[in-house]
């Protein structure tokens, strides 16, 4: 009863949480889903993005403005991985673990900006000292200071923002990119500048992310980001298989990835409160995002036997 | 409309897996020429559309469409003055976007994508009606997701497509090789269609001698990488497959001249 009562206490933070988690999933969604690349800069672009932000909060910047330059930080390591693959044709998987791996001496560098070490592997926020847009202290009040008013306003935002986008010229470029690169350079389509145009809006909003996560978490550390990528797939996928049937629209499947971050984290949450470690975490979302990558393709074996069968009672 | 002088292109060079496929290819287009290309397997035709539309750069020679010098021109780049329509009934339009969506892209080729909707209503009704010309029932479902299509469907909206905004040069590699002889006919049909309304430049490759002499005003035959035969006017309009096969011999200097040779 007692653990049944702690769980259904601590939902209102896992939906913070998936809320957070799931404007990464969404950028997550433009490269693996629409592009079709597996962008593993996001590792380490969440992490810049709460970096750069907590930076200059504790600075004292205008939130906002820290917020939106998080999100340009991570533009720019989008636009790395971008021309590392389509400039330098190193493979797309590679080119994200370069600026991946990249970022993560660079996140140190960043923390440490105003302070006498050289590097900082943390920081921490605190409502009290600094000015946040969100942070979880308030997820269970009342009043407008609750971070989830916020964050839903957020996530309404990018959703709307991606499906104009999306309907725009240079937005059906970037599908039919992803679609079919040959049939889009038969129409005009620099497919190498949609593919960096994809990694550059992608990795802002996993900046976004980071930046909203580490005010909401009131710490920004240099781990946060490691295995960002797997979490964002672990949403897409919860989303897509959950929600497939009945959201056809763009705008509901990006939805469903949303719904799909905060899914994982209200399953996370239950899962904690079993008794397992937050550490044991990595363990069990590589394990779940295992399963429903290799879903699909179980189905076919499947579904190929039993057409076959059914070919030949015909016969 | 399309000179092509002294192009060649090597594969692989330097390896076990070396490959001349274009070895100095000379070819010269009129404006509204219907050009058919024949060909074995291996002799260069697909090489050489190839190389007319950009896919990667020739080693030598020089591509100029209209006046316009495009030998070091990107392949999207090319795309403005060039429609193609593949072998692959896959390759030619996005299977994950709608039917009116593959053609709003197709209307805009060569030109600067913006921020403007990716498509308007005027243009819906201009697609419909444009569907229904090709009588394949596309016409009431537009926004039916393109990989649901069958392969004949799929060729005809890329031969639509590739001919939306009027191309200089219109290049067909096989477009029919991969269909079923009823559908094959239709498409080509469809084809001669459009080429004759617009007066299109146009290349096509076919495997099949008898389209080759049935259609177009010129006919074209590869070898090792070379044209070897050049037929047009009268000439082809009183060509049978039976000379075709002799000149085939003629020119190569094979005896082996047969239907496999021509036909792979």
């Known amino acids: ?315 | 409309m399309l000179d092509v002088t002294g192009v060649r292109k090597t594969f692989n060079a330097g390896t076990v897996n070396e490959k001349t496929a274009l070895r100095g290819v000379d070819l010269h287009l009129d404006d509204g020429d219907f050009v058919t290309v024949i060909g074995g397997n291996g002799a260069g035709k697909s090489t050489l559309l190839n190389a007319i539309a950009g896919v990667w750069p020739v080693d030598e020679g020089t591509i100029s469409i209209g006046g316009v010098d495009v030998t070091h021109l990107a392949e999207h780049k090319r795309a403005k003055y060039i429609g193609r329509v593949f072998q692959d009934p896959m390759m030619g339009t996005a299977a994950s976007m709608q039917i009116e969506e593959n053609l709003a892209l197709a209307a805009r080729r060569g030109q600067r994508r913006t921020l403007k909707r990716g498509i308007t209503a005027r243009e819906r009704g201009e697609y419909k009606e444009m569907l229904k010309i090709l009588d394949l029932g596309l016409e009431d479902r537009l926004t039916t997701k393109v990989g649901l299509l069958s392969g004949g469907q799929r060729q005809a909206l890329t031969l639509l497509m590739a001919t939306l905004r009027r191309p200089d040069l219109l290049l067909l590699d096989e477009h029919t090789a991969a269909l079923d002889p009823k559908t094959a006919a239709k498409v080509l049909e469809a084809t001669e269609r459009v080429v004759k309304k617009d007066n299109l430049t146009t290349l096509m490759i076919t495997h099949n001698m008898r389209d080759a002499i049935d259609h177009g005003n010129r006919l074209i035959m590869m070898f090792e990488g070379k044209i070897v035969l050049d037929i047009s006017g009268e000439d082809k309009k009183h060509l049978t497959v039976e000379d075709l096969l002799a000149k085939f011999g003629q020119t190569t200097g094979s005896t082996e001249a047969d239907d496999k040779l021509l036909l792979g």
Not at chain 1, 21 to 26: D, H, L, N, P, T
Not at chain 1, 137 to 142: A, D, E, I, K, Y
Not at chain 1, 216 to 231: C, E, H, L, P, Q
Not at chain 1, 254 to 279: D, H, K, N, P
């Open chain 1, 1 to 315: 009863m007692n653990m049944i009562q702690s769980f259904f206490n601590s939902l209102p933070n896992a939906i913070g949480q998936g809320l957070i988690w799931g404007v990464m999933a969404i950028g997550v969604y433009i490269t693996y889903k629409i592009l079709d690349i597996a962008d593993l800069t996001v590792d380490g672009s969440l992490t810049t993005g709460g970096a750069v932000c907590a930076v200059l909060i504790t600075m004292g910047w205008d939130p906002w403005l820290a917020l939106l330059m998080a999100i340009i930080a991570g533009m720019l390591a989008g636009l790395v991985t971008g021309l590392l693959h389509t400039a330098c044709g190193i493979p797309a998987i590679l080119a994200g673990i370069l600026t991946q791996l990249a970022l993560y001496s660079l996140n140190l560098r960043i923390m440490a900006i105003g302070d006498t070490s050289p590097t900082k592997a943390s920081l921490a926020l605190s409502p009290d000292r600094n000015s946040l847009l969100v942070s979880s202290r308030f997820v269970r009040s009342l009043g407008l200071n609750n971070p989830l008013i916020l964050l839903i306003l957020a996530v309404a935002a990018v959703i709307a923002l991606l499906y104009w986008f999306f309907g725009t010229e240079l937005g059906s470029s970037l599908r039919a990119t992803g679609s079919n690169g040959n049939m889009a350079r038969a129409q005009g389509i620099n497919t190498d500048k949609t593919k960096v145009l994809g990694l550059v809006v992608s990795n802002g909003l996993v900046a976004l992310s980071g930046a909203l996560l580490a005010q909401y978490s009131g710490s920004n550390t240099i781990d946060m980001g490691r295995g960002a990528i797997v979490i964002g797939l672990a949403a897409v996928i919860i989303g897509e298989v959950l929600f497939k049937k009945v959201f056809r629209n763009f705008a509901l499947k990006l939805l469903s990835a949303v719904l799909g971050a905060i899914i994982y984290y209200m399953v996370i949450t239950l899962v904690l409160r079993l008794g397992l470690e937050s550490t044991d975490l990595k363990l069990l979302t590589a394990a779940v995002v295992a399963v429903f990558l290799a879903i699909p393709h179980f189905k076919k074996k499947y579904f190929t036997k039993k057409a076959k069968k059914g070919g030949r009672s015909h016969a």
